[in-house]
């Protein structure tokens, strides 16, 4: 398994931006694929990004499309989501998420394709 260590949330008025970061420790982390997943208040684990190995491929979920970014630096083990042009509902908890075993690219926004979890951080938007 991968560590975790989530850091960039917090409160931010909607139209605005924040830059989520995702420090990596334990395993070879350029063999990595990185994922985002965020949960709001009363609702399910939802699929925002997916980057793999060697960058050059990403996955989006629909409500994010065009206005987050996600990114990562090998050299650095870390991944990131850059999210402009937040509103309201993107309002919950994020979590990076790794996958350091053989990666369906099929089930990119699957949450039990990744075998590793951080704690989660807080991003709220208001109106």
């Known amino acids: 398994q991968v560590q975790l260590v989530e850091s960039g949330g917090g409160l931010v008025q909607a139209g605005g931006s924040l830059r989520l970061s995702c420090a990596a420790s334990?395993?070879?982390?350029?063999?990595?694929?990185m994922g985002w997943f965020r949960r709001a208040p009363g609702k399910e684990r939802e699929f925002v990004a997916a980057?793999?190995?060697?960058?050059?491929?990403?996955y989006y979920g629909d409500s994010v499309k065009g206005r987050f970014t996600i990114s990562r630096d090998n050299a650095k083990t870390s991944a990131y989501l850059q999210m402009n042009s937040l509103k309201p509902e993107d309002t919950a908890v994020y979590y990076c998420?790794?996958?350091?075993?053989?990666?369906?690219?099929?089930?990119?926004?699957?949450?039990?394709?990744?075998?590793?979890w951080g704690q989660g951080t807080q991003v709220t938007v208001s109106s």
């Open positions: 334990g395993r070879t982390f350029s063999h990595i694929t």
């Open positions: 998420a790794a996958n350091s075993l053989r990666f369906l690219s099929a089930r990119y926004s699957a949450g039990d394709e990744y075998d590793s």
């Open positions: 980057i793999r190995w060697s960058g050059s491929t990403t």
